[in-house]
């Protein structure tokens, strides 16, 4: 009796022992290599096989964990979809709709998208989850695109550094950021069967290069694949961009995950460089697929190494293995809805604004007529990129909020009703139009740019019965404006605005904020303009008689189909580049964008400070002084342009930029650096990047078109 008491005491000892005696990968003191070489030796082929893919158990959309290892209560890691709000299927708890990252992108500031990459962070941790699916870095190659608004803009520079920002402040607080959809993942419709068909100095200098600044600059720990082909591969199975040139080559030491329907060949995406197949794809490296591929000898040990790597050292930055590391989090509340709307103020760009027709007296102003499609909505992309948000303020709410003593008339929409509303405008102080773009969202591309519903008609026929129009537009992009921009006073582009549309609209109306946002695209009179509706490049081209146009979600109907072409033969001269190379003369330049101050910008030196071994390092500085009489904010944009040269270069091309807020009477100077790489093209010759020895172009504005002032630079 005695003895079996010892005997089961002893083996609880063991137990104990065993189990507080800690492996070295759970030392926390460690280096997170040194933990993820040691896990990595414990675990065996199906466990290691079991972190790449997600979870097969049910073919459905909705399935955001993967991996996870059993035997060392090591959970699962949990990914939510981004990139505008955190975006939650199962929890009952709402999330901050943010303003869509085109805005933001609009604001070219730096802080505001650490901001909002904070708020992320902590929805995020208040779910305790890991990875959440933004940024989105593709570039706009055409204004139809229906993702733009879950995007940057047109140019490569601005995209890539507002990104890298928005990643390095959702990563700092252990949560994994993942920029998608890589690479050239520009049309939305039948995507899947869609190949993006580029040299590789277009995708060098353009496509890539957002990715390559979220690696090298931003540190993203996930990059997503696209579900599109990319010169005839898919990018989920191309070994020449995922594995040669976006890890071997650029250094990518994170995870790669599929996107929902991108993979379909388990070798082909073993050997492409995928580390987790996810989604409806999750069988490509489950149900035994990458197992039995590895047991064949189809793929090496090596490469599953490789991948686990990566996985574990996601699982350590995350603190999915070191549970309770991370802060707590908070989702929905006053503080982020706070932020949600000065982000939506800082994007919104005022086109016009003729006889200073804003900012409106709130005190002074009896009247105003609202009316417009979406007077009363808060109107967002659909698709993944959906928030459940709580709060949604629509213009018409934000206005009563503001203007409390206004007499405010609600006119609602209607087509068939464009003169009655012009009529009934009249005796008013004020006639606001809040015009919409079309929907936009995932698996769509718009048909054009025009305003539905003829809301372009309507804004011409207000515009001829009132003598003060303001138009406010909501849209995932550009928009037609040509047509109707000669008849209001004022005109602001406010996108998709998130949860505080309507009080960030107000706050910019009543001049509570100054209007600063400058546009990250160019706004074009028509959409022949644009490079690929110029080319005849858009929409993609079917291959055969009526490909398939989407892939099915069941593993045994899915087939790898390369069944539409959209071919890149804009190259490198995408929006702005290619107005200006074609000098077509836009509706609105990119970077353009006016304030309720007048700013002046002076040369303050521009210094080649080194110019050794061809690392160039140039100093541009400016002084930059509000001369009226609010307070606000300019960007100080620096292009460069390499007027002879072997290749065609863009006549300018931005290369650094910095927002500047001012009181009246202030000067501030600010500088801004310029690298090797500024001044480099791809060279295909070569294959890497190049600076030609001679002179160079320098311009300093506040758009692409208002060049403030210029310098030649002779490199050497
Ligand atoms: C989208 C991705 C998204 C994923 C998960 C896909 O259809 O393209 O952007 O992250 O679904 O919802």
């Not at 197949?277 to 090596?302: H, I, K, W």
């Not at 009132?466 to 209001?488: F, N, R, Y």
């Not at 072409?565 to 836009?586: C, H, M, Q, T």
């Not at 801004?672 to 001679?694: C, M, Q």
Request: charged residues 25%; glycine residues 8%; negative net charge.
């Amino acid at each position: 009796m005695l003895k079996s008491y010892i005997i089961t005491y002893l083996m609880l000892l063991a137990s104990f022992c065993a189990f507080s005696q800690p492996y070295k990968f759970q030392d926390r003191s460690l280096d997170i290599e040194e933990r993820v070489e040691d896990l990595l030796a414990r675990l065996t082929l199906e466990e290691k096989v079991r972190l790449l893919h997600g979870n097969v158990t049910t073919v459905t959309a909705d399935r955001f964990e993967s991996g996870g290892v059993e035997r060392f209560g090591i959970k699962q890691i949990e990914m939510l979809d981004g990139p505008v709000g955190v975006r939650d299927f199962d929890q009952d708890q709402k999330t901050t709709a943010l303003p869509s990252t085109l805005s933001l992108s609009c604001t070219w500031d730096v802080d505001a998208a650490t901001k909002y990459g904070e708020v992320l962070a902590s929805e995020m941790l208040f779910f305790d989850k890991h990875v959440i699916f933004g940024p989105g870095v593709n570039l706009m190659k055409s204004p139809l695109c229906g993702r733009n608004f879950e995007y940057m803009g047109e140019d490569p520079f601005l995209t890539g550094t507002m990104a890298s920002y928005y990643i390095r402040a959702i990563q700092k607080y252990g949560v994994a950021a993942c920029s998608k959809h890589f690479v050239a993942n520009d049309i939305d419709r039948w995507r899947h069967f869609t190949s993006s068909n580029l040299d590789e100095r277009t995708l060098r200098e353009m496509h890539m290069l957002p990715f390559e600044m979220t690696v090298k600059d931003g540190g993203v720990w996930m990059i997503m694949t696209g579900n599109n082909l990319v010169n005839g591969v898919h990018a989920a199975e191309n070994k020449r961009i995922l594995q040669e040139i976006l890890k071997d080559e650029i250094g990518f030491d994170g995870v790669a995950i599929t996107d929902w329907r991108g993979a379909y060949n388990t070798v082909n995406a073993a050997l492409g460089g995928t580390d987790i197949t996810s989604g409806f794809c999750a069988y490509v490296f489950g149900d035994g697929n990458l197992l039995r591929a590895v047991q064949n000898g189809e793929v090496p040990m090596t490469v599953i190494d490789d991948k686990v790597r990566r996985v574990l050292r996601l699982y350590f930055r995350t603190g999915v293995i070191d549970e309770g590391s991370r802060p707590k989090g908070e989702a929905n509340t006053p503080k982020h809805h706070a932020i949600a709307r000065s982000l939506a103020a800082e994007g919104m760009v005022l086109l016009k604004n003729e006889k200073k027709a804003l900012p409106l007296n709130a005190q002074k102003l009896k009247s105003i007529f609202v009316t417009g499609m979406a007077a009363d909505a808060a109107p967002a992309g659909t698709g993944s990129s959906k928030v459940d948000s709580e709060i949604s303020i629509t213009p018409l709410q934000g206005l009563k909020a503001a203007f409390k003593t206004t007499r405010i008339t609600h006119f609602p929409y209607d087509k068939d009703k464009i003169d009655e509303m012009a009529a009934a405008a009249k005796g008013h102080d004020v006639a606001l139009f809040v015009a919409s773009g079309a929907r936009s969202g995932e698996s769509m591309d718009l048909q054009s740019l025009d305003l539905p519903e003829n809301q372009a008609e309507a804004i011409r026929k207000l515009s001829a019965a009132h003598k003060k129009v303001i138009v406010i537009t909501l849209s995932a992009g550009p928009l037609e404006m040509q047509e109707w921009i000669d008849g209001p006073e004022a005109v602001m582009a406010c996108w998709f605005a998130g949860q505080a549309t309507g009080e960030a609209i107000a706050d910019v109306l009543t001049g509570a904020v100054t209007p600063g946002g400058k546009l990250s695209f160019t706004i074009g009179k028509k959409l022949e303009d644009y490079a690929p509706h110029a080319l005849g490049e858009w929409p993609q081209k079917p291959l055969t008689d009526n490909p398939p146009r989407n892939a099915p979600a069941n593993p045994q109907e899915r087939v790898s189909i390369h069944g539409y072409d959209l071919n890149y033969s804009e190259g490198v001269f995408v929006g702005y580049r290619w107005f200006d190379k074609k000098a077509i003369e836009p509706l609105f330049p990119f970077g353009y964008g006016l304030s309720y101050t007048a700013f002046k910008i002076e040369n303050a030196g521009v210094d080649i400070a080194s110019d050794k071994a061809g690392q160039p390092e140039v100093v541009v500085k400016a002084k930059v002084t509000n001369k009226g009489k609010k307070a606000g904010s300019e960007v100080v944009q620096v292009y460069v342009g390499d007027p002879q040269s072997s290749v065609e270069r863009p006549k300018r091309e931005l290369k650094g930029f910095a927002k500047v807020h001012l009181n009246p009477g202030e000067t501030k100077e600010v500088s801004i650096k310029l690298d090797k790489r500024s001044f480099s093209f791809w060279s295909i010759e070569k294959n890497d990047w190049e600076v030609e020895p001679g002179d160079f172009v320098v311009e300093v504005g506040n758009s692409s078109r208002n060049i403030v002032f210029s310098e030649t630079l002779t490199l050497k």
